[in-house]
């Protein structure tokens, strides 16, 4: 497999519900990102971990909670979510800082919060 | 704090004519500048960047984008649509990395490409 691959591809879940996106790249990348993207409106950074540690929490509530187990591998874990929380999901990998925004992309999760 | 602006959430061309979508950005440093595209159920893809070297960038698929620091703009074009154009484009900023490692992109709202015969 190559690039960055995200599972599932889609959600469906109760607001009661837990669950957990996967994403896992095979570029050899040091950084890896969630970003949320809903229907017009920018694509929100959400959390970003390099090096397996977060370096950037942008305000994200706490019933999203990611994990970085090692520089390969990034969940998303999530819990009694909300309506509004029904968005894609897509996860990135770039080697550190060294070619500024060369972001690879996930194909991303669909979530349906119901 | 950078940000991006892009004119127009939906830009509708004939197969052949040229394609001009624009973006306007903020940035309180040089900023580095880039172009995805994405396609029905797929993640963003990379179509070119600039990061301070020539101000016309080339990218993939025959697009290619200007720099012009004193309209603070970075419209992407394409001389002749095809059809395989449709999908949408997003126009990101970045003022270099995040301490501790990583990037932080900042992205237009996006601007859906319809390509028609």
């Known amino acids: 497999e190559t690039g960055v691959t995200q599972t599932p591809r889609h959600l469906v879940m109760g607001m009661t519900n837990k669950k957990s996106l996967k994403c896992e790249q095979h570029l050899g990348h040091n950084a890896m990102y969630w970003y949320k993207q809903s229907a017009k409106k920018p694509l929100e950074l959400m959390f970003v971990?390099?090096?397996?540690?977060?370096?950037e929490n942008n305000s994200v509530p706490s019933r999203f909670s990611p994990e970085c187990p090692n520089s390969s591998h990034l969940f998303l874990h999530l819990h009694t979510l909300q309506p509004e929380d029904s968005a894609l999901y897509l996860c990135?990998?770039?080697?550190?800082?060294?070619?500024?925004?060369?972001?690879?992309f996930g194909e991303g999760s669909r979530l349906t919060v119901l | 704090a950078q940000s991006v602006t892009q004119l127009g959430s939906h830009v509708s061309v004939s197969e052949g004519a040229l394609v001009l979508l624009r973006c306007n950005y903020s940035s309180s440093v040089p900023p580095y500048l880039f172009w995805y595209v994405q396609y029905p159920n797929q993640g963003l893809q990379l179509l070119l960047k600039?990061?301070?070297?020539?101000?016309l960038v080339k990218g993939i698929n025959g697009f290619e984008a200007e720099f012009k620091k004193s309209e603070t703009s970075f419209h992407l074009t394409k001389p002749s649509a095809h059809m395989s154009d449709a999908a949408e484009y997003f126009c990101?900023?970045?003022?270099?990395?995040?301490?501790?490692?990583?990037?932080?992109?900042?992205f237009g709202t996006g601007t859906q490409l319809k390509v028609e015969l």
């Open positions: 600039y990061t301070s070297a020539a101000t």
């Open positions: 990101a900023v970045s003022e270099g990395g995040l301490t501790g490692g990583g990037n932080k992109l900042t």
């Open positions: 990135a990998s770039s080697q550190g800082s060294r070619v500024p925004g060369e972001l690879f």
């Open positions: 971990y390099s090096l397996e540690e977060r370096v």
